[in-house]
């Protein structure tokens, strides 16, 4: 309901700002805010909602019909004074309009969350080289995700699209010295038959801190944070043991599944959790490879699919939707 009334505000101040008379200004009002309008038939759930959420939920439709008033008024009351003042004949200057991606926006929400956590925004190149991509990351050369089959070689056996993000986090231990933290959100590419869940082109959104004295209870703070801030302050989480070669020990990290209140469904495979991330300690070997002594300093690094937390949010059922020029799919 945040979302569509997110979504509401911004359509109706955009068809607002493009409105060309009066008429067509009390035909947006009656739209938006009439006895049938949009913001009137969501009001209308709000007994289903709790407490809580109609606090939160109710401010949010206050500022959205306050904006959507404001507008209305101010543009009527400039339409008056330029037709007072000012030839309407004159051809005027179109008004552009334009919307992020989904994608875009749900990685600005959570580049805000981890700046606010005192991580900075990094970005690294696409296509990358063997020793960037795999060796730097403890995979070594008879490792299953070098196959061929998952890899997309431009020039093998060196030169290739890369397979995830976390060759970022190797260029960054290999060209900044502790202390340091970072996020990196970006494109990556794999061998894949394209369905409803996957695609040979994807985003990542991933994380790594560098410094002394860091242990798994600052992993662990961190992501808690980030999960209650982005998916609200009600959501559980859980973090289980799972094998990465980057990291040392590996962990998974799930959260409750918002479609079923951990009851069961289709969505969660009737486990009541949904896997979010990957995350652990970054492996000493790691830090060995570009001369950062383990010893003295420790970090820990994550990864998530951007993709599958952006149709979580936007509650798409298609990742194919995310690429396909749909405007449906506008927020």
């Given at each position: 309901?945040?979302?569509?009334l997110?979504?509401i505000?911004?359509?109706?101040?955009a068809m607002?700002?493009g409105a060309s008379?009066?008429?067509?200004?009390?035909r947006?009002?009656?739209?938006y805010?009439?006895?049938?309008g949009?913001?009137?038939q969501?009001?209308?759930?709000?007994k289903?909602l709790?407490?809580?959420?109609k606090a939160?939920?109710?401010r949010i439709?206050s500022?959205?019909?306050?904006?959507?008033?404001?507008?209305?008024?101010?543009?009527?009351?400039?339409?008056r004074?330029v037709?007072?003042?000012?030839?309407?004949t004159?051809?005027g200057k179109p008004v552009?309009?334009?919307?992020?991606?989904?994608?875009s926006a749900?990685?600005?929400?959570?580049?805000?969350?981890f700046?606010?956590?005192?991580?900075s925004?990094?970005d690294?190149?696409?296509?990358?080289d063997?020793?960037f991509?795999?060796n730097?990351l403890?995979l070594?050369?008879?490792?299953?995700?070098r196959d061929l089959q998952d890899?997309?070689?431009?020039?093998?056996?060196?030169?290739?699209?890369?397979?995830?993000t976390?060759?970022?986090?190797a260029h960054?231990?290999a060209t900044?010295?502790?202390p340091?933290?970072f996020?990196?959100?970006?494109?990556?590419?794999?061998?894949?038959?394209?369905?409803a869940?996957?695609?040979?082109?994807f985003f990542?959104?991933?994380g790594?801190?560098?410094g002394?004295?860091i242990t798994?209870a600052?992993l662990k703070s961190?992501?808690e944070?980030?999960?209650?801030?982005f998916?609200?302050?009600e959501?559980?989480?859980?973090?289980r043991c799972?094998y990465?070669p980057q990291v040392?020990?590996g962990?998974?990290?799930?959260i409750d599944?918002q479609?079923?209140?951990?009851?069961?469904?289709s969505?969660c495979k009737n486990r009541?959790?949904?896997e979010?991330?990957?995350?652990?300690?970054i492996?000493?070997n790691?830090f060995r490879?570009v001369?950062?002594?383990?010893?003295?300093y420790?970090?820990?690094?994550w990864?998530m699919?951007?993709?599958?937390i952006t149709?979580?949010?936007?509650?798409?059922n298609?990742?194919?939707?995310l690429f396909?020029?749909?405007?449906?799919?506008?927020i």
């Amino acid at each position: 309901m945040k979302n569509k009334l997110i979504n509401i505000k911004n359509e109706a101040l955009a068809m607002i700002m493009g409105a060309s008379d009066t008429s067509e200004l009390e035909r947006l009002r009656i739209n938006y805010l009439g006895k049938n309008g949009s913001l009137t038939q969501i009001a209308k759930d709000f007994k289903d909602l709790s407490s809580e959420e109609k606090a939160d939920i109710g401010r949010i439709f206050s500022e959205a019909k306050s904006a959507i008033e404001n507008a209305l008024d101010e543009i009527k009351f400039n339409t008056r004074k330029v037709s007072e003042n000012i030839d309407q004949t004159l051809p005027g200057k179109p008004v552009r309009v334009g919307l992020m991606h989904p994608i875009s926006a749900v990685a600005r929400e959570m580049n805000d969350i981890f700046r606010y956590l005192g991580f900075s925004v990094a970005d690294g190149p696409e296509i990358e080289d063997d020793e960037f991509n795999y060796n730097r990351l403890n995979l070594p050369k008879d490792h299953p995700a070098r196959d061929l089959q998952d890899s997309l070689y431009i020039k093998e056996p060196d030169i290739l699209l890369r397979t995830h993000t976390s060759s970022l986090e190797a260029h960054i231990l290999a060209t900044h010295k502790p202390p340091f933290r970072f996020v990196f959100p970006g494109k990556s590419y794999r061998y894949e038959n394209v369905s409803a869940s996957n695609h040979m082109i994807f985003f990542q959104y991933e994380g790594i801190a560098v410094g002394e004295n860091i242990t798994m209870a600052n992993l662990k703070s961190t992501l808690e944070t980030f999960i209650h801030m982005f998916f609200g302050p009600e959501r559980k989480s859980r973090f289980r043991c799972k094998y990465y070669p980057q990291v040392e020990p590996g962990v998974g990290v799930d959260i409750d599944c918002q479609f079923c209140q951990q009851k069961g469904c289709s969505v969660c495979k009737n486990r009541g959790w949904v896997e979010m991330l990957g995350a652990g300690m970054i492996h000493p070997n790691m830090f060995r490879m570009v001369g950062i002594d383990p010893a003295k300093y420790s970090g820990f690094a994550w990864g998530m699919g951007l993709d599958r937390i952006t149709m979580s949010r936007y509650k798409l059922n298609d990742i194919r939707a995310l690429f396909n020029g749909n405007l449906e799919y506008k927020i």
